[in-house]
């Protein structure tokens, strides 16, 4: 566990699986040519996968029993 601190390993996985995450759901290529429009449909594909993860996210709350008289 320490070399894995010490090197960033925990960090560097959780980036390789935001880019294998992004590859899958928007696709391996880009396809314009310009760097302008290249980095547009990078800003486009980043704000729809945002919007799909926050639309999937699972909301988390404290559940409160009702007590039930016997």
Do not use: H, P
């Amino acid at each position: 566990m320490g070399w894995q601190r010490a090197s960033g390993y925990n960090w560097r996985a959780l980036v390789e699986a935001d880019i294998a995450r992004f590859k899958r759901v928007i696709g391996g290529g880009l396809r314009s040519r310009t760097d302008r429009r290249r980095a547009t449909e990078v800003a486009i594909a980043v704000g729809v996968l945002n919007r799909m993860l926050e639309l999937g996210r699972a909301e988390y709350g404290r559940l409160v029993r009702a007590r039930t008289c016997r």
